[in-house]
Each structure stands twice: as C-alpha cells, then as structure tokens.
C-alpha cells in the first residue's frame, strides 16, 4: 500500500470550446505539503483547478493528472471526490432547502475519521451556531462563503485540497484564523494547493512550494524566493 498521498499533473493543456485556456503545467503535490499557485486575474488559475476536478465545461486536451496511481481523467467529478480530491470554488452556488448542518453531516458521515460536531468549530472560525442551520451559501457574504468551503473541507477529509481563493473577501482576523485551519489540515496530512492572485495568505501560512502562472502557462515554480521576487517586482518579474 502506498504510504504517502500524491497528485500527480504532467503537462496538462485545458480547453474551452475548442480554446486553449491553461498549460502546459506540470505539478506534484505530496501529502501535507503546501503549495501556492499564485498569478494575475485571468491568468486560468480556476480553469486549471475545474479541469482537475472535472468540471465538463474544462476540456483536458493534453497529458495527465493522477491521485495516489490513480488516473482521474477517467473519473466523472464525484469520483474524483471519493478517490481524496477536494476543490473549494472561488464562487461557490447558493443551494436553497439544504442546511450547513445537513450538508455537512452528510459529507461527514462517509468519513471515519471526520468530526462529527461543527458546533465546537464555529468559534474558531468567528461563526455563530445559528450558521449550521441557515441553507448552504444562500445569502451569505464572501467570507461566510469561504468559510463555508472550509468546513466542508474539515468535514471531508481530502487528500489533495485545491482551495480557489480561499482568501478572497476575508478580514485579517478571518484570514488568520483560516491560515490556522489549513495549517492543521496540512499537518494531518492532506496536501494543500491553494490559489490566490495575493501573497497575503502565504505571509501567514508559508507554503512549501510556489507556482506562477501567467497567461495560462507555468512560469516559475520553486520555493518562497519567488514570493520575494514578486514582492518586490510584481507579475511582470515572471514576464518572458
Ligand atoms: N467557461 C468559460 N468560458 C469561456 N472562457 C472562459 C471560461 N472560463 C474561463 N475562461 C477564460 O479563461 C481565462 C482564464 O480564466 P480563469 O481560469 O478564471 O483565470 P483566473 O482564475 O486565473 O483569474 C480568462 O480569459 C477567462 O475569460
Ligand atoms: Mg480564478
């Protein structure tokens, strides 16, 4: 049995309709390590991240993506859940009729070892109890949605997190308390990629590893040097 998880990318290309959005990136993601991707608006951070969930609008036009051996090209979305990948949405829907806390203990409940109370979560995360029973994201502001997407992590478990700016829309003190989350997350094992266009994040959580992604393609990968770099200079440090 293989002891430690790993997503394995090689020279993915994603496609909409027929355009090439994204690639070729190249990426392997260990158990419990942290990785930024990190690149301007618009530069197919998302793209790249809905292909490896398998969203189908997200054509994968070239190479391969793999989870622990397992090739996840040929898995529809919901079994690329089940074989250990989590994708928290930038923009995540508004679902009426299903509560936080159904929600959550359905996600919880297929996991041996995920918390069964989200009530003792809430505080560390500046939540009120009444967030559990108000429906998954209707009507919450940007950061109730990312902190949303948070515990539906903490309840699944995964191996490999992709987090889709997880840090948009969140006060320092939020952000904070987000870091400490993925932190303990990536502690327990599971292996991190976390997106953002702001290095705001990674001052509070320093990743392990650090991707640039400009206009689609890979244009750095390496260590917290290149936060450095794009402190100093910005995105156009990166241009070629
Ligand atoms: N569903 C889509 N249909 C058409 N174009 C898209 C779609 N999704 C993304 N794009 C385009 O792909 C490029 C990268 O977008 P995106 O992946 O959202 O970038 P980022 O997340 O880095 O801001 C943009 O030019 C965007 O307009
Ligand atoms: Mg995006």
Redesign the pocket.
Known sequence: MQEISMLEIHELLVS??ERS?AGPVSLAIGAGEIHALM?P???????LAYAIAGHP?YHITNGSAALDDINLLELSPEKRAEAGLFLSFQEPPEVGGVSMSTFLQMIASVHEDSPKDFKSILPDIGLHDNFLQRFLNEGFSGGEKKKSELLQLIARKPKIAICDEIDSGLDLDALKSVAEILRGEAKRGTGLLLISHSPRLFELLPPDFVHVLLKGRLVASGGTEILEKLERGGYKEFEV
Not at 41 to 47: A, C, D, L, Q
């Open positions: 909409v309709e959005i690149g608006n618009g530069s197919g951070k998302s793209s609008e």
